[in-house]
């Protein structure tokens, strides 16, 4: 079983940057890909970003250039680092195992004009 907990979400301007964690327990982390996704209200959960095992990475076009995803095995912590922040990426951000049920609790992300 794993648990992953997110953290660094916060309320930002315009433009902002944010970076937010997403630490894992379980000794299987280095081994498997780890996604980022958010929910926006009254909207469906969407793909952010995605990292493999190999530290190979993907994003959504919505978020291509402005979002970095990156992984420490050594601290079990995947993170997102997300600049140029616009209104529209106001959402709550889930972390989890890529194609499991293992998902953290979300950290909401505010940014305002």
């Known amino acids: 079983q794993v648990r992953l907990v997110e953290s660094g979400g916060g309320l930002v301007q315009t433009g902002g940057s944010l970076r937010l964690s997403c630490a894992a327990s379980?000794?299987?982390?280095?081994?498997?890909?780890i996604a980022w996704y958010r929910q926006a209200p009254g909207k469906q959960r969407e793909f952010v970003a995605r990292?493999?095992?190999?530290?190979?990475?993907a994003y959504a076009d919505s978020v291509k250039g402005r979002f970095t995803i990156a992984r420490d095995n050594a601290e079990n912590t995947v993170y997102l680092q997300m600049n140029s922040l616009k209104s529209e990426d106001t959402a709550v951000y889930y972390c989890?195992?890529?194609?499991?049920?293992?998902w953290g609790q979300g950290t909401q992300v505010t940014v305002s004009s």
């Open positions: 989890g195992v890529f194609r499991s049920p293992y």
């Open positions: 379980g000794s299987t982390f280095s081994g498997v890909a």
């Open positions: 990292i493999g095992s190999n530290g190979n990475t």
